[in-house]
């Protein structure tokens, strides 16, 4: 039988909308890469596995979603669709308006999920993870820093630009990827198009 998909409790607030090119941008004023490469990305993996179940869970939320720390922290069983394969994220936009949208995930981590989080997927209303945001994130970045990343990509930002360049790189079009992430504007997902190096080779090879 089919999850519904509901929660008793409050939907996440958005933050102000940014515009391309200040904050939402893949680099820093001096340059430096705001967002994990595929390689960065795979290694932030790999490390959270040999972490606790929980912690391992919380991380890979993150990296197969794209999603906030708030808005994982803000899950609970209700917003795991085990039949349908996603994940629901609620959210409050400007004027109040609520926003739900839904994420595909592999279905070996819908299965970890499963199996970690047993009691909360049987209830509603219960949190998959405990922990307030500052805690959570001294747990990713205890990940982060065993997997040898450095700031500025080592950020929870960077885990959710990674996911974007890895959708772009993977050839997800453009208004999916933007449905997937919550943008308002296409023009926001677009930066992940801004990719150099390495990436940027991968993107240009479809065209040969």
């Known amino acids: ?8 409790k409050p939907p ?9 090119g200040d904050d939402w941008s893949l680099y820093g004023r001096s340059g ?14 790999a490390a ?7 912690v391992r ?21 209700a917003e795991i669709d085990r039949d349908g394969g996603n994940i629901a994220f609620r959210c409050l936009k400007k004027r109040g308006r609520l926003v739900v949208r ?7 981590f819908l299965r970890t999920l499963a199996q970690v989080h047993r009691q909360a997927l049987r209830s509603p ?18 990940v982060m820093r065993e997997a040898r990343l450095d700031p500025p990509a080592a950020s929870p930002k960077g885990l959710r630009h990674a996911f974007g360049v890895h959708a772009v790189l993977s050839g997800v079009p453009l208004p999916l990827v933007q449905k997937w992430l919550g943008h308002e504007d296409i023009a926001t997902t677009a930066i992940y198009t801004n990719v150099m190096g390495r ?3 991968r993107i240009a090879r479809r065209m040969w």
Do not use: D, I, N
């Not at 996440?12 to 391309?20: D, E, F, I, L």
């Not at 430096?32 to 993996?45: I, V």
């Not at 959270?48 to 929980?54: I, S, Y």
């Open 1 to 8: 039988m089919r999850k519904t998909v509901h929660s008793p």
């Open 12 to 20: 996440v607030r958005a933050g102000a909308r940014s515009r391309p």
């Open 32 to 45: 430096e890469r705001k967002y994990l490469t595929p390689q960065e990305r795979r290694r932030f993996m």
């Open 48 to 54: 959270a596995g040999r972490r606790p179940a929980e």
């Open 57 to 77: 869970t919380l991380c890979l939320t993150l990296a197969h979603t794209g999603c906030r720390l708030s808005e994982a922290l803000a899950l609970t069983g």
């Open 102 to 108: 839904l994420v595909p995930v592999p279905p070996a």
């Open 125 to 142: 209303s219960e949190r998959l993870w405990s922990w307030h945001r500052t805690r959570a994130w001294q747990l990713v970045k205890e």
């Open 199 to 201: 990436e940027e080779r």
